[in-house]
């Protein structure tokens, strides 16, 4: 199958699972599952589910197993966006082309749709786990997520972003900060897909060395296209970094060694997986498609 | 022991634990960890994972070992109470006598203190299930508690409670709507304990009951304390349901009426443990203390 192809398939599967994982609209407490599904059903590249699949196949065939995993990859960063949009926070009105949530539903129910949607991703994953053959795996998956996602990991990172100026004075400090803010899920979606695939401990450190790699690489490109690409594209306002007097890596570097730092990355994280020879052939066309992206 | 040393011996056990639980502050995204550790080193009653433990306490002499769980259970509890005091919500200035989260350190940090409690709630469950003996206990545990703190839960109790009037027009309403905001979570509590203690399903069963009584015996006192008691004593404003022209249970029957109702759900709840014997007198005391407190 060519990478295109998997690539649909694997989004097709991710997409028919999340449409009946949040539940009954109908009942007295409906807005909140509509508010839910608003976001979470509101397209994007599903990055972080196809990252745990892929990631999973490297050791097994079929991956229809993990798709609960992969769903509360989704549903994690789904909350986050919910919260990050908030007026609270970086105040955004559109998301994915469309109204954020607390546009549509207000910031009541936004702030309970991000907090529904965080608590239904660990549902989704325990309830997983407890079917499980192999529940050490399962849980040991989990483990790596709710460590990524938490203090220490993403939401340190939104923490460590909000402050701005006053916290990220070099480029290091920023690469620490994306490294938690955006890095650590991703690297987590993967590390996560790799446990439950039964990897041994060189291959886990082959993959977190590609993870890191390509967690820096796809943020690094999220800073280009804020400049270089369009409302249309993007789904959501661009230019907002500059308008929001945002450090990004491009207080630092011209866009064409960001461009250039991003590529080099990508080689280097593809390199990192040279010993699963063919097998790694999605999750390399994935990370290269990272990096030539438009939105 | 006397059921008051008891109590004490437990909530000290509790605060020993959770003082170490959420990390370290001297980082940059230091000031997150002080204001989750603000709401949740600030007192309370400690209701829920006091319950987890008496409840595990009638299949087992020692705790200690079910203790992340139990504090999972007040993390949980104080991410909730952050969410609801925003001004976006119930928009709370007080909160155990002191000032809520946002009002302590912004809206923004406080809705990432929540997110991060909610978070590490289960870590914290996920990493005791990790090094359980019998994992599904474990999971069975973290799957009920899960399911509680959702948009099936206590999430969509909020919800409901939000939409006041429009949606709670009877005592029934209200009664559903209590057992899901409130009712949920500690009724997951109290089983969650009994399944990591290895009840089988009569005893479930018996503590369901028992769970489902109280939880609205509890609540009902709330409704009463609001009315009847004082700032200094319940660490928050008193009245404010009446000023926000809340539906409480004193909407639909008096004072006298509502005390009667919940001293004889307390009742019933403590006779449906007694296939548990003397075992039960610690979680009897709790559950009658709930009715005859002050604050």
Redesign the interface.
Known sequence: MNFNSWLENKINNIENFIINI??EENN??G???EA?NYSLLSGGKRLRPVLLLASYELFKDNSTDVMPFACSMEMIHT?SLI?DD?P??DNDDYRRGKLSNHKRY????A??A???L???A??TG??A??SCDD??RG??A??II??A????GM??????D??GHE?IKTLE?LK??YS?KTGAIIKSSIIAGAILGGADESELKSLEIFADKIGLAFQIEDDILDVTSTLEKLGKKTGSDIANDKITYLSFVSIEEAQSHAEQLTKEATEALSIFGDKAKYLIELAESLTKRDH
Chains 1, 2 share one sequence.
């Open positions: 949040i539940g007295p407490q807005v909140i599952y839910m909350y919260h908030l609270a926070m207000g910031e009541a129910i702030i309970l991000g907090d529904g965080l608590n239904k660990f549902e325990i309830k786990c407890l529940k050490s849980l040991g989990l483990n709710a460590k996602s938490g203090v220490d939401i340190g990172g939104q923490v460590v909000m402050s916290k400090d620490h900060m938690l």
